[in-house]
Each structure stands twice: as C-alpha cells, then as structure tokens.
C-alpha cells in the first residue's frame, strides 16, 4: 500500500521589516537578474545580496552596510602609520617637497636634526616620525631621508645602504608574525612608498637614476618626481617629462602604479592617466605670498611668485592628491600584498621556513 504524499503547509508571508529612516531606498534602476540565484528561476536581486550559491531574497533590512561604519570608527580610533622615503641629490628640495605635501614641519631638518648640513661620506639613513591629526583621523607620518645619495666621486652601489634598510624592515615585520607570543598590532616600519627626486637637467636622466630605480622598483613602490621644475619652460618640462618616459619604459623600469597591479577597468583607466602625467614636474615651498589678494605657497622669482599649488605653474597638486587623497591605502597594500609577500615567500623558501620565536625571547621586542 503506497503511502499518501501530503503537501506542505502553505504559510502567510511574513511582514517585511521596516528599514532605518537613515538606509536609502533601493534604485529604480537596481539590476535584476534574468536567472536569480541560482540561474534557474528568475529571482530579483536585493542589494547587498551575495548571488553565489543558494541563498535566498531578503525579506527586509538587515545592516550589512553598517560595515563600513564600523571600520571607519575601529581605524579612526587606532590611526594608521605611513611611511615615506626621499631619495635624490642634494639641494633638490627634496625636506621642502615633505614639509609642503603634510603642510606641517615633518622633515629631519624641521625636526631638530640641527648642526651644519654637512655632506656625509657615505650614503645614511634618517628616520623621524611625527603624529599628525585631520578630521579626526591619526596618522604617524615618518619621513626617512637618505642624505649622501648621489653626492660622492664614486656613486657605485650606493644603493646598497638604501636596499638594505628596506629589506631590515620586512625582516622586523616578519619576524614579529612569526613569533609566538606576538603583538596584536605589528608595528610598521615597511616603506610604503619611495619619492625619487629627478635633477632637472632637461636632457636625459643619469646613469645613477637608471640604476637606482631598476634596483630598488623590484623591492618599494617608487614615484619619480622633477625637482625644481620652474627652471625650465613649459615645453622643455614636457619635452623632459616625455624623454624621461621613454628612458623609463626602455630600460625596463617599473614604478608605482604598475600596470599588471590594477584590479580592473575603472582602476586601469584612472591609473593610465597618472602614468601618462609621470614623473610629476613639482615646486615645493613652505613659505606663503600675496598674489590677488590671498595667501598663496610659491617661490618669489624675478618674474613674479610661482605657486606650488597651481595647476597652471607646476604639477605639485596633482602628486599630493595621487598620493594622498586618491592612492594613500593603495600604496599601503601593494606594499603588503606584493614587496613583502615576495620578500617574505623568499626568505621562508630560502630557509625551510622560520622557526617561531618563543615568548621567552621576545620580550625585549614586546617592551
């Protein structure tokens, strides 16, 4: 005797609750799929909906957008570190460039380094940090300059003290992840980005230009700038800029932004136009002038008062919104997810992996 088959309860809907009078109202133009979830039968998306696997519609509000907030609270409360080296011959603006991009005296000169400005006999290191506060957010800026860069009779390798202290600061990070008893913020030294000051010779670059950045792209996210850009004309700036471009893409040399690191057509079309307008011709000054009735930042020439932040005079905005207002994060994570992730995959290749450091060894680290 077959069993009788009895269908399923058939329920009311439940009542849809109400979304917050702060959640905006779904667009009218909100896709809908021709398939639904599954691609089957055809179902209408709800924003913030996954489309993967089964899943279901949403009956009402729920906050998943909230997230955001959330992050934005946790990171205001923590603050976050960047780190920014300058590399370039001497007297190339390279302390005033910083000073003007953070408006604020962040530079080692700034900082109380003091005594005369002696050129050093070999190429050394300079780190200063500084808290700085805007809009409520924090962040510990810290400069390092390299001064004796490019300043010897004999530059050879002179990169070397430079590549060193990059690679000693992944070393730092990973060594910190590995421990066993480690902290729950590693404290970040890596070198996010590194600004390489261009002499504006308006020819070609130096051997010493060549060489630096095909060394050191392979470890830093670099960014060439041209120094002092109001001693040459508009059409040798961009005769320069053109041919220094071309020097670039001939030997090979990558800088920041890469192209294989955009994540996708938006990224790669915002992206192209800053490489198209690299390396940036800037002005850096931290002194204020009348022009037309307001306070201006520039340089007092004989012609008259260049000013840093006008389009029309240099390319000085254009390089602190790239790499402030639109790539700061960026940089921060290619620095993470690509020169970390490969220094830290070679040195654990290298040795078998690195044995995790007990507590018991740690605890000057953790002091």
């Known amino acids: 005797m077959s069993e009788s ?24 133009t909100a896709p809908h799929g021709p398939s639904g979830l599954g691609g089957g039968v055809g179902v209408d998306r709800v924003p913030g909906l996954g489309h993967s696997g089964g899943g279901s519609t949403l009956l009402g509000y729920i906050g998943i957008d909230t997230i955001i907030e959330q992050m934005r609270k946790k990171t205001m409360k923590a603050g976050f570190d960047f780190n920014i080296m300058i590399v370039g011959y001497s ?16 530079s080692r000169w700034s900082s109380g380094w ?3 400005h002696k050129i050093p006999k070999t190429v050394e290191i300079k780190a200063v940090s500084h808290v700085i506060e805007e809009g409520g957010v924090k962040m510990k800026l810290t400069v390092i300059d ?27 990070f990973l060594k910190e992840e590995v421990n066993i008893a480690r902290k729950k913020r590693i404290p970040d030294t890596r070198v996010h ?23 050191l792209s392979r470890v830093v996210n670099i960014i060439p700038v041209i120094a ?16 220094v471009r071309k020097e670039l893409e001939t030997y090979g040399i990558e800088y920041y932004p890469q192209n294989e690191f955009d994540d996708d057509m938006e990224d790669k079309n915002e992206n192209d136009k800053i490489r198209e307008a690299m390396p940036f011709a800037v002005v850096g000054s931290d002194k204020e002038y009348q022009v037309n009735g307001k306070r201006v930042l520039g340089r007092k020439t ?34 993470h997810n690509i020169h970390y992730e490969t220094y830290r995959a070679r040195r654990l290749n ?3 992996g690195l044995h995790p450091i007990s507590a018991n060894n740690t605890q000057e680290s953790n002091l």
Not at 91 to 106: E, I, R, W
Not at 309 to 320: G, Q, S, V, Y
């Open 228 to 243: 002092k850009s109001d001693t040459m004309t508009p059409d040798e700036k961009n005769e320069f800029k053109h041919r």
């Open 5 to 28: 088959i009895i269908p399923p309860e058939v329920r009311p809907k439940p009542a849809v609750p109400a979304k917050p009078p702060h959640v905006a109202a779904p667009s009218p």
């Open 193 to 215: 980005c590194c600004l390489y000051f261009i002499s504006p010779t308006g020819h070609s670059l130096r051997q010493l230009d060549i060489e630096f950045m095909k060394h």
């Open 302 to 335: 004989a012609w008259g008062v260049v000013e840093v932040e006008n389009p029309n005079h240099c390319e000085f905005a254009l390089l602190r919104d790239f790499l402030i207002r639109s790539h700061l994060q960026d940089l921060k994570e290619v620095t």
């Open 114 to 116: 003091g005594g005369e």
């Open 146 to 172: 390299t001064p004796g860069f490019g300043d010897q009779i004999n530059n050879e390798n002179c990169w070397d003290p430079i590549s060193k202290y990059i690679n000693e600061q992944y070393e730092k």
């Open 350 to 352: 290298d040795n078998g």
């Open 91 to 106: 007297g190339l603006g390279k302390s005033t460039l910083v000073n003007t991009l953070f408006k604020s005296q962040v």
